[in-house]
């Protein structure tokens, strides 16, 4: 790369993946000289496309958010329900608009079309579950497809890009190094066939054992990587040059090369590693005493004069020891950053909004009742609150109307005494009473008379303005800002704007028709889900808390990985929700290639 770098007639592109490219841009500008920005640029496959649309055509600025593909993807269930043959009873669950996305996403990824899962239904034995689950699949992706033809899916651009290469000699005479993929989509490697076709040199990386072996379990994924590159080679007519890369040049202990070398041996027999403190285990009896365990070791280690922000810790799901790893963190006084994005649909402002249409929809069920009042932000005080949520509890109250009329039953349940103590506490249920209600009232009225979606998003706005919602998120704000809890002050303050957009998002999308209330709670539920409020870190030296999948290591020094047990981290790998391994490999015979079953994915 370095010698195609110095050619300055010569266009030299790195292609690595997405979550890596930062980190791999800034390595490139220490490694590379000066005047490698003249020909040089680190790229990942969305950036490629965008770099070709540029250049060529094909740019959208309509992209649609996940939000509303989510939406898509359920209404798309919910409209065809009565003919769906295997997931026609799904479409009151807002999860499984999720799970349906999921699978549209990759068909478009391997560049599978609704025509295609039709042919292999075809194929498929008559009256089967597969056959079923073809049919629902291909009539769902289609639908999915047509009510989002107005606007541009990211999805789709590796695709078009592969198409747009076809037609345009982008990489010509162009040198062009593909690292750091584990394995690659069937669109990604229609681009990679294009790049091989007009590029002059073409580099791609592929996980193996120094002398190529990749016999074993962790290397499947690979596996069908050099075959799959082998044949685009052969298409291409390119000379394949295969070069062995010996020694593990990223550790910096004996002891982590020798856990590389030897994570996957379950055989015994090897040698044991050099003890030179490059691993460390330590065995704790619970989470607590795990966030105990490491406080102690990042306080040991500042002191002998590392930097808080050369040490990581990295748990399966951070946000299982949310309340534990940064209480500890705190309290040891340690400054720290966890990179957990907020799933806003388990917040107060939202649940105040999906409470209220729950309680219309359930006709005001007693724990629904309670919910909704525990949110803080219907209106009521806190002496207001707890007297009400008692009286509701202990009278086991729901129904609509048995909340229109005044109470009259002893607030202290069945007891024979009566006096003024007690018609004082009525008298203050009473009044909470009221004010839950009236501004629930209104709220029901504004939904009958909505004529469209739009409509029903304006009557909720007014419904939170009418309960000074964005007052009282301020208010939080500032609580959270006086005991020194600048992020969650941030994302509090953040929480408002976010809903208004979800209420945007579904007055936007237009779905054909006006939903029903259970039907615009679960679509709020669905918009809700793919919405998050992440912070951003507030110090430049300050310890890095985050999951697996989402950390990036970067340039760390020391990483803790909290949590490590078998079958919870790593987490095993499992079947998918929609289409079973053998589904999998009967699509495979038939044409359709999709990523690989529990071998290949424990592999990656």
Request: hydrophobic residues 40%; contains cysteine; glycine residues 8%.
């Amino acid at each position: 790369a370095r010698d195609a770098v110095s050619e300055p007639k010569r266009n030299v592109f790195l292609i690595v993946p997405e979550q890596e490219t930062v980190a791999i841009e800034s390595r490139a500008l220490d490694i590379l000289p000066p005047s490698a920005a003249l020909n040089a640029e680190v790229l990942n496959f969305s950036r490629l496309a965008n770099r070709v649309f540029r250049k060529y055509g094909g740019l959208t600025y309509n992209y649609v958010g996940k939000g509303v593909k989510s939406l898509a993807a359920w209404n798309a269930v919910r409209t065809l329900s009565p003919v769906l043959r295997e997931y026609g009873a799904h479409r009151n669950f807002a999860d499984f608009g999720d799970m349906i996305l999921s699978a549209i996403e990759e068909f478009k990824s391997y560049s599978v079309s609704p025509a295609a899962l039709e042919r292999a239904m075809e194929k498929a034995p008559k009256d089967s579950r597969l056959a079923s689950k073809l049919y629902d699949l291909s009539l769902i992706y289609a639908t999915y497809n047509n009510m989002l033809s107005g606007y541009g899916d990211g999805s789709d651009d590796i695709g078009k890009l592969a198409s747009v290469l076809a037609e345009h000699d982008f990489f010509a005479g162009a040198s062009v190094y593909i690292d750091s993929f584990s394995s690659f989509t069937g669109a990604e490697l229609r681009v990679i066939s294009r790049i091989v076709a007009g590029a002059e040199k073409t580099v791609v990386t592929v996980c193996a054992e120094g002398d190529g072996d990749i016999s074993g379990l962790q290397f499947d994924a690979a596996k069908k990587t050099l075959a799959s590159l082998g044949r685009i080679a052969e298409k291409n007519g390119a000379k394949v040059k295969t070069t062995y890369l010996s020694g593990n040049l990223r550790a910096k202990k004996k002891s982590l090369s020798h856990l590389s070398a030897n994570i996957w041996n379950f055989g015994g027999g090897g040698t044991a590693a050099e003890d030179d403190g490059g691993v460390e285990f330590i065995k704790c009896t619970n989470v607590y005493e795990e966030a105990e365990a490491v406080s102690a070791r990042i306080s040991a280690l500042v002191r002998t004069g590392m930097r808080y922000r050369d040490i990581g810790v990295v748990a399966r799901r951070a946000e299982s020891y949310a309340g534990i790893i940064d209480a500890s963190l705190e309290k040891s006084g340690i400054p720290y950053f966890m990179s957990l994005p907020s799933d806003i649909s388990s917040l107060p402002l939202p649940g105040l909004i999906t409470g209220a249409l729950r309680l219309k929809n359930r006709d005001f069920r007693t724990e629904d009742v309670i919910s909704y009042v525990k949110t803080e932000l219907c209106g009521l005080d806190g002496i207001e609150s707890d007297l009400l949520c008692d009286y509701v509890s202990r009278w086991g109250l729901n129904g609509e109307k048995t909340f229109s009329a005044p109470f009259t039953m002893n607030p202290d349940g069945y007891s024979q005494k009566t006096g003024e103590k007690q018609e004082k506490k009525l008298e203050i249920i009473n009044g909470a009473r009221e004010k839950l209600i009236a501004p629930l009232a209104s709220l029901y009225a504004s939904l009958a008379e909505a004529e469209s979606n739009r409509d029903l998003c304006r009557a909720v706005f007014e419904y939170m303005n009418d309960l000074h919602a964005s007052e009282s998120m301020q208010r939080f704000a500032e609580e959270y800002e006086a005991v020194g809890d600048k992020a969650e002050a941030g994302e509090t303050l953040r929480l408002y704007n976010a809903l208004l957009d979800v209420l945007g998002m579904i007055a936007d999308f237009d779905c054909g028709e006006v939903y029903s209330l259970p039907d615009f709670e679960t679509a709020l539920g669905v918009a809700l889900s793919q919405t998050s409020i992440g912070s951003i870190p507030t110090s430049c030296d300050e310890v890095t808390v985050g999951s697996a999948s989402m950390l990036r290591a970067g340039e760390l020094k020391v990483v803790f990985m909290i949590g490590v047990g078998d079958g919870v981290f790593p987490a095993p790998a499992k079947e998918s929700e929609l289409l079973s391994d053998e589904d999998r490999s009967f699509l495979s015979e038939s044409g359709i290639e999709l990523s690989g079953g529990v071998d290949e994915r424990s592999s990656n």
